[in-house]
T-cell receptor, first 113, second 113 residues
């Protein structure tokens, strides 16, 4: 069984800070890992998908890393802005060769101006 | 592309009524997923299709739930009869092929009174 955990559940930082969001998974035989953003009352927006063969994936101010052996992924946000305030979710497919995503409970980020 | 389209965006119904949620995936995507999001349980996969064929419906909570995909551009999720505990946000997502990045629709917020 695959379990995905995100800690902390909530995070508040001042604008301009660099920050790291954590995601851990129990079964390291993953196919890929996807990071999403969800704004209140909205759907999920895909931020980054990192393949199992990759160590990092970057998009703008976002950088996702993956360490399969330790069952961890991190999402690094550089120079945070108030517009980054949202809930960030990570998800992995399980079984690994399917599209059945198992989600963490998310980290709710607040960036204060 | 318009992205994944869901309708209605909001649905309020009385217990015992039939509810039908609709989804149009991104054109050319072969995999379609139905998720449910609640505060208590987070995001859960209900069912997914590949090339219009249901692959895994193990997440469908009860026989009251059914889903169809009559063609590559349309899917429905039906609840009959609805109950208050079905109140949640229902998301549809699609991906180019199974195991690839999933793109979510805006969701349908269902309230059963």
């Amino acid at each position: 069984k695959q379990e995905v955990t995100q800690i902390p559940a909530a995070l508040s930082v001042p604008e301009g800070e660099n920050l790291v969001l954590n995601c851990s998974f129990t079964d390291s035989a993953i196919y890929n890992l996807q990071w999403f953003r969800q704004d209140p009352g909205k759907g999920l927006t895909s931020l980054l998908l990192i393949q199992s063969s990759q160590r990092e994936q970057t998009s703008g101010r976002l950088n996702a890393s993956l360490d399969k052996s330790s069952g961890r992924s991190t999402l690094y946000i550089a120079a945070s802005q108030p517009g980054d305030s949202a809930t960030y979710l990570c998800a992995v497919p399980f079984p690994s060769n399917t599209g059945k995503l198992i989600f963490g409970q998310g980290t709710t980020l607040q960036v204060k101006p | 592309d318009a992205g994944v389209i869901q309708s209605p965006r909001h649905e309020v119904t009385e217990m015992g009524q039939e509810v039908t949620l609709r989804c149009k995936p991104i054109s050319g995507h072969n995999s379609l997923f139905w998720y449910r999001q609640t505060m208590m349980r987070g995001l859960e996969l209900l069912i997914y299709f590949n090339n219009n064929v249901p692959i895994d419906d193990s997440g469908m909570p009860e026989d009251r739930f059914s889903a169809k995909m009559p063609n590559a551009s349309f899917s429905t999720l039906k609840i009959q009869p609805s109950e208050p505990r079905d109140s949640a946000v229902y998301f549809c997502a699609s991906s180019l092929v199974m195991g690839h990045e999933q793109y979510f629709g805006p969701g349908t917020r269902l309230t059963v009174t």
